[in-house]
């Protein structure tokens, strides 16, 4: 059987089809490119808003275009992921869609694949989102650099504008020794840096009353010299204590680069959102990180245009922003989700005000950019080479800058000191040293 793939969303969607991709292989099928003939297209889809709804059903159509453009009548669709959790019923009507599976259901793929080319297959595999274990399903993959590591699934946190707690479900933490069985795996692959992901990641071990909790998880690298660098994907500032941060600050394999999910910088606006903070709080950890770890870079995500959201708002989310001096911003115009509270709030934001708005927050977003990276020049740093362009090799510093640097591309998946000369566009260019 020739399985091909494509996935929509976060960091996490990916793990879960590189996950997939592994079980086919592991399983003897094939697994080929999303646009070449196959037996059977799963799309891994998202639903965080309704443009990533009408992403995946794009994608669906684009999965049945290819069917007949290649010949293969015989071909089929099977949609996964947040997507296919929600609205279920009504993806099974769509062409071409023969079976609709969930979240938790990506163990089983290879399962329902081969029972689908069989003929003998529910149309329907979705299981209902609470009371779940945590899917201890692999994903490891020779050839690659930087490799992700899902440790935790679930939110219970239910912030108005988000869907995700519908669809992904309770909290569930990976077990500390499949954390530390994936670990040594990688190492065995080659992986230098390892990204610790999931939904909430700051819920590590929450279904456990905290018996253990996020820094467990991340000393199971201890002792595993091949792998350099632990990278955090996505914190909630509320949940990060003094002790949870210097703890942080004495282990050398964490990269000194944090996101915390912001999503405004004005208090009205949290409240409305279900954000568990306020402004002051944000800053408090803000302050915690620098305290400990002075330099790292403070990357966040901003919503523009949230419902009910005013010009004097918004101003105070622009000089928020500009007092925490982030490294990266990333924006997001608001978008309706039907199911969230904030579908129904009333004072919905006209799409050119919000796109006015998103315009602003992402030309204060370069500019804080710029600042950080140009504070990095004339230093030295060490840079691990991912990917080559021409006679230059391309890697990330622990902090997340991109750089770029004359050099061999034998360098590729090894850590060098460059000494950085300048900034060109977002990346660094430096000299080896």
């Known amino acids: 059987m020739k399985a091909a793939f494509y996935t ?46 009408k992403k995946s059903r794009q994608i669906i159509s684009r999965a049945c275009e290819l069917a007949r453009e290649h010949g293969n009548a015989d071909a089929h669709i099977i949609v996964a992921g947040c997507y296919g959790q929600w609205a279920h019923e009504r993806l ?12 938790s259901e990506r163990g089983r793929i290879v399962e329902l694949a081969e029972g689908l080319v069989r003929g003998s297959f529910e149309p329907i595999v979705v299981k209902k989102v609470t009371g779940l274990e945590f899917e201890d399903i692999s994903a490891v993959k020779e050839g690659r650099t930087r490799a992700h590591l899902k440790i935790q699934e679930g939110c219970d946190r239910f912030c108005t504008y988000c869907i995700i707690p519908h669809v992904r479900g309770n909290v569930r933490s990976r077990s500390l020794e499949s954390i530390r069985r994936e670990l040594e795996k990688l190492e065995a692959e080659g992986f230098k840096e390892v990204v610790l992901t999931g939904i909430h990641l700051m819920s590590y071990g929450k279904e456990t009353k905290y018996t253990v909790t996020l820094l467990d998880a991340i000393r199971q690298a201890d002792g595993i010299d091949g792998i350099k660098r632990i990278r955090l994907g996505s914190l909630e500032p509320q949940l990060l204590t003094d002790e949870f941060v210097k703890t942080l600050a004495e282990n050398g394999k964490i990269c000194r680069h944090f996101h915390l999910s912001m999503q405004s910088g ?20 803000v302050e915690l990180l620098r305290k400990y770890m002075p330099g790292c870079a403070i990357t966040t995500d901003i919503i523009a245009g949230f419902p009910g959201e005013t010009e004097e708002e918004h101003a105070e989310t622009l000089a928020f922003a500009e007092k925490v001096g982030f490294s990266r911003i990333h924006v997001f115009p608001y978008s309706r989700r039907a199911g969230t509270p904030a579908y129904s709030m009333p004072d919905q934001v006209e799409n050119k005000v919000k796109s006015r708005r998103a315009s602003e927050l992402i030309k ?17 740093q060490s840079v691990l080479f991912e990917t080559e362009d021409g006679e230059y090799m391309c890697g990330y510093t622990p902090t997340y800058m991109h750089v770029r640097a004359l050099a061999d591309k034998s360098l590729q998946n090894n850590m060098v000191d460059v000494k950085i000369t300048g900034v060109e566009g977002s990346a660094l260019v430096g000299k080896i040293q």
């Open 8 to 53: 929509l969303g976060c960091k996490v969607n990916q793990y879960d089809t590189q996950a997939m991709r592994e079980l086919f292989e592991k399983a003897g099928h094939e697994v080929v490119e999303f646009e070449q003939a196959a037996d059977v297209y799963i799309i891994n889809t998202c639903t965080v808003t309704q443009v990533a709804d």
């Open 92 to 103: 099974i009507e769509l062409e071409g869609v023969d079976i609709v599976a969930g979240t």
């Open 266 to 285: 004005s208090d009205s606006v949290l409240r409305r959102m279900g954000r568990r903070y306020v402004s002051d709080e944000y800053m408090r950890c």
């Open 364 to 380: 204060l977003g370069e500019r804080l950019e710029r600042a950080y990276l140009e504070g990095a020049v004339g230093t030295v």
